[in-house]
């Protein structure tokens, strides 16, 4: 039976801080990343453009969500008020900078494709995932202190501390010694397009690309293998499933 991921739930307070001062470095991160392949694809004039648009979408839209959590004024540096925080607000503010990097994500997302359309769009998003992705699995893996070679069991470990594991639900399942499934039983974007009833957004380009460069910056001996996501069909109780096996020597 699937286990549910509580590697969050379970953090003590000082990995909790490391925790939620790292996701600000991997917010700068993704943009910079956004950025970067934005300029790649359509050239540096027109990035500008559209990162100027973006940024002061971001920053409102982070600072007043940060705001509105915390109480607190934006000061250049880390925020005292994080140091003093207990255990639960640490998670709050973790699920509120898990929003915010969300978001920032929609934003650069809208803000090609209000201009170049979904396909460039799409294009802008599934190349800097393959800057991201590994980035962030980087940041975790020495967050955590995993090996160089984590193998299966840090893997599993990892995924539990993505910034998608403090606002969407995922599961594992064994499938034997040398592979294990991993499920994305809830996922914000796709739960929110469900209420308004529109079609699951056609994730699968990006999939594979986040979820095997993740993969193998944790081990460079696993490998990647999709079970099924949009626009795969798939059953009520997971949006995308993805099958990490680990390789013989």
Not at 67 to 72: C, M, R, S, Y
Not at 114 to 124: F, H, I
Not at 200 to 226: M, N, W
Request: net charge negative; with cysteine.
């Amino acid at each position: 039976m699937p286990e549910a991921m509580k590697s969050i739930a379970q953090a003590d307070r000082e990995l909790l801080v490391d925790l939620a001062m790292d996701a600000f470095h991997r917010i700068v991160f993704h943009y910079g990343a956004w950025f970067a392949q934005t300029e790649h694809q359509l050239g540096m004039g027109e990035a500008l453009k559209v990162e100027r648009e973006v940024w002061n979408a971001s920053l409102k839209n982070q600072m007043t969500r940060l705001g509105k959590t915390l109480g607190f004024e934006v000061e250049d540096g880390v925020p005292t008020v994080i140091r003093k925080m207990d255990a639960d607000a640490l998670r709050k503010l973790l699920e509120s900078l898990a929003v915010n990097w969300l978001a920032n994500d929609g934003i650069w997302f809208q803000g090609v494709e209000s201009t170049w359309g979904m396909n460039d769009a799409k294009r802008c998003n599934d190349t800097c995932w393959t800057r991201y992705s590994p980035f962030e699995a980087a940041r975790i893996k020495d967050l955590l202190g995993l090996p160089e070679q984590a193998g299966l069991d840090g893997l599993k470990k990892a995924l539990g501390y993505r910034l998608y594991a403090v606002i969407n639900e995922q599961s594992v399942e064994a499938v034997d010694d040398a592979a294990f499934i991993f499920r994305m039983d809830n996922c914000r974007v796709q739960a929110a397009r469900k209420r308004k009833n529109l079609p699951d957004y056609p994730c699968k380009s990006v999939g594979l690309v986040e979820y095997s460069s993740f993969a193998r910056t944790i081990d460079s001996r696993i490998r990647t293998e999709c079970v099924g996501c949009p626009p795969d069909p798939h059953p009520e109780e997971w949006f995308c499933a993805w099958k990490f096996s680990l390789a013989e020597s």
